[in-house]
């Protein structure tokens, strides 16, 4: 891939989760491990994803993946990401900004805060979920 875009992903479309098969599908390659400034907080989407939302105060840095992504599949990715998820800037602990996958405040009323856990491989870990990531895959 001669050209791509760096994407950071913090729930169901990280590697071995329901959702990756999307990434994977448009020729996405996984980059690295990382994690966000301390400035989000992590909400539960009724146990099915996660939503990452950018906070004033009181956030956490949020463990998660980054993906290059070729652009004409970017639009089809996030077509295919549940209602209230969306695409904005978000701050990586190493002082970089990249595109990544941030829920609307609306999206997490209600639901559980789960920033505490770090991320959602460890919340799910924690409820005896499943996501844990499938051997590497040649990527």
């Known amino acids: ?26 020729g996405a390659k996984f980059l ?13 989407i009724n146990d099915k994803h996660p939503a990452m939302v950018r906070v004033s105060d009181g956030g956490i840095a949020v463990v998660l993946e980054v993906w290059q992504v070729p652009p004409d599949g970017l639009v089809q ?9 969306s695409i904005g800037k978000v701050l990586l602990d190493t002082g970089e900004t990249v595109l990544g996958v941030l829920g609307e405040p609306v ?13 959602w491989r460890s919340y ?6 499943e996501a844990e990531p499938q051997p590497k895959l040649s990527q």
Do not use: D, F
């Open 1 to 26: 891939m001669a050209e791509g875009i760096k994407l950071a992903v913090n729930g169901t479309l990280m590697r071995g989760l329901e959702l990756n098969p999307n990434l994977l599908n448009v």
């Open 32 to 44: 690295y491990e990382a994690a966000t400034t301390p400035h989000y907080r992590l909400w539960s």
């Open 77 to 85: 990715v996030l077509l295919q990401e549940p209602p209230g998820l």
């Open 107 to 119: 999206l997490c009323e209600g639901q559980r805060e789960i920033s505490a856990y770090g991320g």
């Open 124 to 129: 799910c870990a924690a409820l005896g979920l």
